[in-house]
């Protein structure tokens, strides 16, 4: 099939990126056969030539031209999304890492479904590996499988990659110097909830992030995300990356203070506000903005936590019953603070339990009466 100018061409280029590159000549017949066949989406004509001849036809990685990318009939069988074949190949006994990864990609572009995705991942599909660009399918190499994902915003593939081990805080160093996370993709792409997913399977925001996360939210206030994203959203983005991001409040401080106040959004500010004062500013279960039902969010009575809906509520009053000092008296105090302060000998099996809850509640009511001050001094 290639000539003999292309073979050489493609063995020059193996000597020099050291990568082993297989001509058309170094496939056995068998090999050929399926890889054209493949080109040709005749997978019944492969199948039966693999149960004739033994599964090895199938392993055949064909580079054809220096120009042209490395492909094989897994790779193939992903560009025309058949996965039973994907499958089969595999099954034979596929593991060219390179070819896979590529795969992989291919899989993920235009469609949201990760059944060969994970067919892949099953198979041994590393996703933490760096991009092989002789690959048909692999162009951007500045960037990872969970990358590829949040920018497609393909929830389903980014949670297949997670489920098999991807590092959801591996990042990539562009050309241009800039360091980019899987976190930092889903701001820039507008994705919503893969941002989510990813800080629940323990993404950790990095100073960087953060500065993306402000930049890129409040483009999108003023109208001007690259990629179109809504003020709605970007709100939404910002509330849930502060809620479940957890980042430094100095570094968030710092964030905010670095735009100039004519590009910064009063709903982004007063968010903000709230998390450096470590108050309540969304549900705590689904960082909803407001209440189903009215405007303000309820909030549990001890004012540490809010909550969109009783549903919400509920999901959370297990973990936060636990936390929950009750009601605060006018001096800011809970009814088990007060109670722990008079406490006597009398009632102490009882009181063991409200002891750890009013030092709970002691933290938390001092820290939050002293910002209260100290906001209410900084308006006069
Ligand atoms: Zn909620
Ligand atoms: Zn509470």
């Known amino acids: 099939m290639a000539s003999q100018s292309e073979v050489e061409s493609s063995h020059k280029s193996s000597e020099t990126t050291n990568v082993p590159v297989h001509g058309w000549d170094d496939l056995t ?22 149960k004739e001849h033994g599964p090895e ?9 220096e120009k042209v990318k490395k492909v094989s009939v897994l790779t193939l069988a992903s560009h025309y999304r058949n996965p039973e074949m994907v499958k089969l190949t595999l099954e ?36 933490n590996t760096d991009p092989d660009p002789q690959f048909e399918g692999v162009v951007e190499i500045f960037s990872n499988l969970l990358m590829l994902a949040a920018e497609r915003g393909h929830i389903d593939q980014a949670i297949a990659l997670l489920d098999h081990g991807a590092n959801v805080n591996k990042t990539v160093v562009h050309p241009d110097g800039h360091i980019l996370s899987p976190l930092a993709f889903t701001v820039n792409y507008g994705a919503h909830d893969i941002c989510r997913l990813f800080l629940t399977r323990g993404a950790i925001p990095t100073t960087n992030d953060v500065d993306i996360v402000f930049n890129f939210c409040l483009q999108a206030c003023k109208g001007k995300h690259p990629m179109g994203l809504s003020r709605d959203v970007a709100i939404k983005m910002f509330a849930t990356f502060l809620h479940l991001g957890k980042p430094d ?16 959004d009063p709903t982004i500010a007063n968010i903000t506000k709230h998390y450096l004062q470590g108050r309540p500013f969304c549900c705590y279960v689904c960082e909803a ?12 009575p001890c004012r540490n936590v809010a909550y ?13 019953k ?3 000092t009750g009601p605060l008296n006018e001096k800011g105090e809970s009814e088990a603070m007060v109670k722990g302060r008079h406490k006597t000998g009398k009632g102490a099996a009882a009181g063991a339990t409200v002891v750890g809850v009013a030092e ?21």
């Open 29 to 50: 017949d068998g090999q050929q056969l399926c890889i054209e066949w493949a080109w040709e989406q005749d997978w019944d004509q492969i199948k039966g030539y693999a």
């Open 57 to 65: 036809v199938l392993l055949g990685v064909h580079r054809e031209h």
């Open 92 to 127: 034979a006994g596929f593991d060219n890492k390179g070819a896979m990864y590529a795969a992989a990609i291919i899989s993920m572009k235009d469609s949201d479904n990760s059944t060969i995705l994970r067919l892949l991942l099953e198979h041994g599909l590393d996703p």
């Open 360 to 380: 709970g509640g002691a933290v938390a009511t001092g820290r939050k009466g002293k910002k209260g001050k100290k906001g209410r001094g900084k308006k006069k």
């Open 322 to 324: 636990v936390l929950c």
């Open 308 to 320: 969109c809906s009783r549903e919400c509520q509920v999901k959370h009053w297990k973990e936060h």
């Open 249 to 264: 409040s100095d570094v968030i401080r710092e964030g905010l203070n670095s735009f100039l106040p004519s590009y910064r």
């Open 289 to 300: 903005l407001t209440a189903k039902e009215r405007d303000k969010l309820h909030m549990c």
